[in-house]
């Protein structure tokens, strides 16, 4: 800091002072001042400061509280989670690994839009960090049954031409709420009502 502070005094010299001025060069002033602010910008930065990943932002979104690369997601929500194969409004889209993506990719559903559409909330997709709500993923599958996805690519302003392996969707619930007998319950009172009336 000395050896900057010296250079920075013969740079910006002021001019020879009268005898008993206060006054100190603009010039040396705003250097200082400059110089100072960097520093302070440059030690206020983390030392592991990096963009945000899919995962963190996924996990914040969904509540699904697993940790880890997101190609590894699937594997760990079986037993915790429920997992399934059709979108729901607040699930985890788990995509496999690819070439194009070795750490998979993890997304959270905002919207149902049709059998073959969703909306998603991700990170770190179209660009480094990059937070995207609401935009549009397709299943692409042969199956339709969600194994394969284009995704929204904000660069070019439409679907991305890359078809992404799915794992399939991870539910921020308990696995045995996927047996829940509420269905049942209701169809059994429909058939009661029905009975009920038809006598």
Known sequence: MKFLT?????TFSPAPRKAGAKVVSGRLAQALSALLGTALALTALPASAHVLQCVPYARAQS????????????????????????????AVMAMAPSHAMPY???????????????????????????IERGVLAE?????GDWSEVRVWFAPIGALGSRHN???????????DAEARPTLELAEADTATRVASAAM
């Open 104 to 130: 998979g990719h993890v997304a959270v559903v905002s919207k149902i839009v049709d059998t073959r559409h969703v909306l998603l909330n991700h990170a770190n997709w179209s660009r480094p960090g990059m």
């Open 139 to 143: 299943d692409v599958s042969d199956a």
């Open 165 to 175: 392996p799915v794992y399939g969707f991870i539910y921020p619930e308990a696995p």
């Open 6 to 10: 010296g250079a920075l005094r013969r």
């Open 63 to 90: 509540g699904i509280s697993i940790h880890g690369d997101a190609r590894t997601w699937w594997k760990q929500a079986a037993g915790t989670y429920a997992r399934g194969g059709e979108p729901e409004v607040g």
